[in-house]
């Protein structure tokens, strides 16, 4: 293969933040995404990846991250290694840098899912190999390719649609959907407490970003002014993971629920209006959470309703199918040798 023939814009990068993606390369990325869907639901096999290895580094546990990057390397022909927040030392008894280094010796490619942006960033500068952010304080990428994938295929495009978050506008799901938003022209409309509006650092990137795509960025604690128009109503768990606070969420969130009240505010028809969250959800009490949070405080959902969960809106559990395919674009598209001269 010659040189010129073996032209690909994605080959041997990382994915560490939305930030880093032109609009084109997401929509790609996203594409191919429901490319390989289709590819999947048709049993037709792309083993882009035969041969390779891949770690799958765990610092914080998860069901969806961990099963999509393990079926996506599988179906693409590779052989995942899970790797536990019990099997790893990222800055404890071993560097993050040398880590990167032993691990980047050994496998093709690296899936990292932990806290500090900064450890993701040192495995991707010093492994030699790719490394694929599945969640971070800050961003969550493969989250991202997975919504927009799924606002796409429900709506057939992105241009003009307006999402809105309502809840914790400062975590790292609502960053990534203002920026990413942003990036690809599709109207955000953060819904937040004051005290939980995102940072100024990541309402001037996505502004930026806002300028060249005519993407309308609205951040407010207004749900009338906030909700007004939205095709897409997003929302996330109020208390992250490894946080505690869950008293002073739940009185300063509550005001913020997604119940149909909310929806209604939206003034959309119904077949232009779909209803999305990342999972998992509080929605009733038929988890140790949700009764621990009912017995403290009486109540028996949080950001959602199960009406709303349960509804003729939700997407979440195509959007948690999505997360393995659009993980199997980006792995292929950084990794396989793809011919793609352009994008």
């Known amino acids: 293969m010659t040189k010129d023939f073996k032209q690909n814009v994605f080959q041997g990068r990382s994915v560490l933040a939305e930030k880093d993606f032109t609009a084109a390369e997401l929509e790609y990325l996203i594409d191919f995404g429901l490319h390989l869907k289709a590819l999947k639901k048709a049993n037709v096999p792309h ?9 799958l ?3 914080k546990s998860s069901t969806r991250t961990r099963s999509a990057f393990t079926t996506a390397a599988i179906d693409l022909g590779a052989h995942p290694e899970y790797l536990g927040s019990g099997d790893i030392q990222l800055g404890k ?8 280094k032993v691990l980047g010796s050994m496998f093709d490619g690296i899936e990292f899912r932990g806290f500090k942006q900064s450890d993701a960033e040192i495995l991707a500068r010093d492994s030699g190999v790719p490394v694929w952010n599945g969640l971070t304080d800050e961003w ?10 799924t606002v796409k295929e429900n709506f057939g495009k992105l241009q003009g649609l307006t999402l809105t978050f309502m809840g914790d506008g400062r975590n790292n799901v609502a960053n990534s959907l203002l920026v990413t938003g942003a990036i690809l022209g599709v109207n955000i409309h953060i819904v937040s407490p004051k005290e939980l509006f995102p940072t100024d650092e990541i309402q001037g990137i996505a502004k ?8 309308k960025l609205l951040i407010t ?25 869950w008293e002073e969420r739940v009185k300063l969130l509550t005001p913020y629920q997604v ?14 209006l779909i209803f999305m969250h990342c999972l998992p959800a509080f929605h009733n009490t038929e988890t140790e959470y949700g ?10 959902e949080m950001e959602v309703t199960d009406e709303v969960f349960t509804s003729k809106y939700a997407r979440q559990f195509e959007e948690a199918e999505n997360r393995m395919h659009s993980i199997k674009a980006m792995m292929a598209a950084t990794l396989g040798n793809l011919f793609i001269p352009r994008v």
């Open 47 to 55: 083993h882009y990846l035969e041969g390779k290895n891949i770690a």
């Open 57 to 59: 580094l765990f610092e």
């Open 93 to 100: 008894k071993e560097s993050t840098s040398d880590t990167a």
């Open 259 to 272: 119940n149909m009240e909310a929806l209604k505010k939206t003034g959309t028809p119904d077949d232009q």
């Open 208 to 215: 930026g970003f806002a300028e060249k795509s005519g993407a």
């Open 291 to 300: 009764k621990d949070i009912e017995k403290k405080y009486g109540i028996t």
């Open 221 to 245: 604690d207004d749900l009338d002014e906030g909700m007004k128009g939205s095709n897409i109503v997003y929302t996330d768990v109020w208390v992250s993971m490894g946080e505690s606070n």
């Open 140 to 149: 969550h990428p493969t989250q991202m390719l997975a919504d927009f994938m």
